[in-house]
């Protein structure tokens, strides 16, 4: 049963029989034994039309919550699916246990075919609770602003997996997207028109309440504020030049940042503050605070004469300075602050909650600092990593744990065509962290993680397959911690069955609408999705750097120009593409399972005539590229892809004839082939083709 659940419950006992839905007779109406509110209501109302069918429900609710979700609130239930009296019975604290219940039931229910009516439910008994109480979510609308129905969606998405908390990254310099009614011209200047309305937000709020999460709003200051002095110059510590006082439309760093000896800036920011939390009544406001460019305050006279007097030793002190009067204004609302990791300094209260973004050793710090902490570092989603990388961590694991993750993923196969920036970054952070110290504080808390959805490669068409392909396995981990279940790719393969069952959400979409725009008959159809269920982007950083990553490497400054800015139109292939081709993992596995001399004749025998049609689709859907390229020219530029995938359907065959002798063996393998893998392996497009990379790793380990 736990094949079928992301998260893996704690506690999952199979029992005998199947509640057979379409062989009741009549489905009685829902038993409320405890409370009785309108938010769960509202709750099994939305869960019998996602799921086509009324449920033979049995709640025991013990106690009434809050209008609002807190940290740390009782979240915990149990389930059993009783065959024999036909009754799904549900027992737990609070309102937020029930919700959560809701989305085991939501996995559990399975379909009697793919396109058929509900089917029933496998006898079963669950006892679950999280590990972690921060379970998170950040979308980035400033780059790319997402509209409120995505922002709806997500909720429902992040509701079926049990995730508690969705950040809003509300601000940057691409874009102001929160609404102030003090200072409209931030939200129409600074937002070019495009943001989020007082209402749209509140309603937000309330439909997320209704799912047991959290919104955390953030202002991203002192830095990150071009759309800000944009829209009020007065407001800066310099003045825009490259922008020509618009908000910018290019990514990478800016120069841009809040003058922190304005005593305007501080008004105002009270003002913020006091909007935001008539909006957000969640207790914490996240306020940015990383990757400050320096070089307006180092310019400015006042600032410095400012330094001078108030003996501040250097511009980390300076930034302390500035967030430490916000810290304060926050105070008096009642709030509580959250910082990247770049604010961590002695002299910060230590009621700042710190995300550390940057690797592992700035949780460490951050807690060895007496600093409460959430983990993002290895969960970031638009750096188009296998799901299996982000798997790895748990936001607890011990130091060394984790650090051995990093240098895995630094030394992964699969990404191997970004390690020289991957190792540099590494360094690059490390030196920084290596400034900070312990103190003796006492030793902070790590209250859970949060995955980073930043925007400048997505809109909202491309959204959901950018993220939620991997998502769920985050939210395993940090839902069920350290606790594994089994492979995680079945339960994976089944989450998106179960987005699509329950939500009508597709990984696949994006792929799927392109590949039915052409005028193409239903085989020639097909051979396009055989490329491109082949084909994945680029890792890390590769896309948004492009050739300025050996720039990175070699020491030097990066240009502001860059392949992409925010009107860069998002329709090339390496766009629609999930991040990572489970076809082409299904494909390796069968290579690994056929090189494996212990395999019975006759599974090796289906296993390779699978293989042979594999390989005969990669070589036939050359000629349908061929054909139909000129009908797209976003076709027509993976064609070297194209001619690639057939190449390597030709060697595979070759392969494939020399099993089961011992030259197809890992570390023996003839030596045109192996020169031929090591080529197409590499990128080309942006893209890369997996199975390439899987099959050069594997012939180049050592022998056996």
């Not at 009782?74 to 009296?85: I, K």
């Not at 920036?421 to 504080?441: C, F, I, M, Q, V």
Request: charged share 20%; proline share 6%.
């Amino acid at each position: 049963m736990d094949m079928q659940l992301i998260p893996c419950a704690q506690s999952l006992t199979s029992g005998t029989g199947r509640l057979w839905l379409d062989r009741l007779q009549t489905i009685p109406e829902v038993e409320w034994i405890g409370c009785k509110t309108p938010r769960l209501q509202r709750a099994v109302q939305r869960l019998e039309k996602q799921l086509s069918t009324r449920l033979p429900l049995s709640i025991n609710c013990l106690d009434s919550a809050p209008d609002h979700p807190t940290l740390h609130c009782d979240e915990s239930y149990q389930l059993e699916v009783d065959a024999q009296t036909a009754c799904i019975r549900i027992n737990a604290n609070s309102e937020w246990g029930i919700l959560r219940s809701f989305s085991t039931v939501a996995q559990l229910l399975t379909p009697a075919n793919t396109t058929g009516p509900p089917s029933g439910f496998e006898s079963c008994k669950i006892t679950d609770t999280p590990v972690f109480s921060w379970r998170g979510l950040m979308l980035d609308p400033a780059r790319h602003f997402l509209s409120v129905s995505t922002l709806h969606e997500t909720l429902d998405l992040m509701f079926l997996f049990k995730l508690n908390v969705l950040h809003l990254h509300l601000t940057d310099d691409q874009g102001f997207r929160f609404f102030s009614p003090t200072f409209p011209e931030l939200a129409r200047v600074g937002g070019k028109g495009e943001y989020y309305t007082t209402e749209e937000l509140k309603d937000l709020v309330r439909c997320a309440a209704d799912r047991g999460i959290r919104i955390i709003p953030e202002l991203d200051i002192p830095g990150h504020c071009t759309s800000w002095i944009a829209a009020r110059p007065d407001w800066g510590a310099g003045k825009l030049t490259s922008t020509k006082g618009q908000p910018s439309a290019r990514f990478g760093g800016h120069k841009a940042c809040l003058d922190p000896v304005n005593q305007q800036v501080y008004k105002a920011m009270e003002i913020l503050l006091g909007e935001l939390a008539d909006v957000f009544p969640d207790d914490y406001v996240h306020l940015g605070g990383d990757e400050v460019n320096p070089a307006w305050w180092n310019s400015n006279p006042d600032v410095q004469r400012f330094m001078q007097a108030e003996q501040l030793d250097g511009i980390t002190d300076l930034q302390n300075h500035f967030m430490l009067r916000i810290v304060q204004l926050a105070k008096k609302l009642g709030k509580k602050i959250v910082g990247w990791d770049e604010i961590l300094h002695s002299e910060l209260s230590r009621s700042v909650l710190i995300q550390s973004w940057r690797s592992s050793r700035y949780r460490d710090i951050a807690l060895d600092n007496g600093f409460d902490c959430i983990f993002s570092s290895a969960y970031y989603l638009d750096l188009f990593y296998p799901a299996d990388l982000h798997y790895k961590f748990v936001p607890n694991a011990e130091t060394q744990a984790l650090k051995k993750h990093e240098d895995n993923v630094l030394n992964d196969p699969r990404l191997e065509h970004i390690k020289a920036l991957g190792d540099w970054l590494a360094n690059y952070h490390a030196e920084a962290a290596n400034k900070l110290r312990p103190s003796t504080h006492p030793k902070g808390i790590i209250l859970g993680g949060e995955a980073c959805m930043w925007s400048e490669l997505v809109c909202d068409d491309l959204l959901h397959t950018r993220i939620w392909s991997r998502m769920p396995v985050i939210a395993e981990r940090l839902w069920s911690g350290a606790r594994t279940a089994t492979d995680i790719y079945p339960r994976l393969a089944q989450a998106w069955t179960c987005m699509d069952f329950n939500l009508g959400i597709n990984i696949y979409g994006p792929v799927n609408t392109f590949v039915s725009s052409f005028d193409a008959s239903k085989s020639d159809r097909y051979l396009l999705l055989v490329l491109l269920y082949n084909l994945e982007p680029v890792k890390g950083y590769a896309r948004l750097l492009g050739d300025q990553a050996d720039a990175r490497v070699s020491g030097n400054e990066v240009s502001t120009d860059r392949p992409y800015q925010q009107d860069t139109r998002l329709n090339r292939v390496v766009d629609l593409l999930p991040p990572e081709s489970l076809a082409a993992r299904t494909t390796l596995q069968l290579i690994f399972e056929l090189a494996d001399s212990d395999q019975q004749d006759t599974r090796r025998s289906e296993t390779k005539n699978t293989l042979k049609k594999s390989a005969e689709d990669w070589c036939a859907q050359l000629d349908t590229v061929r054909k139909l390229q000129h009908q797209n020219s976003v076709l027509a530029e993976i064609v070297a892809c194209s001619e690639a995938l057939a190449q390597l359907g030709v060697l595979l065959t070759r392969l494939l004839a020399l099993v089961p002798n011992k030259t197809a063996q890992p570390g023996k393998i003839p030596l045109d082939v192996m020169e031929a893998l090591k080529q197409l392996k590499k990128p080309a497009c942006e893209l890369v083709i997996p199975v390439a990379i899987g099959l050069e790793a594997m012939y180049s380990a050592p022998a056996n």
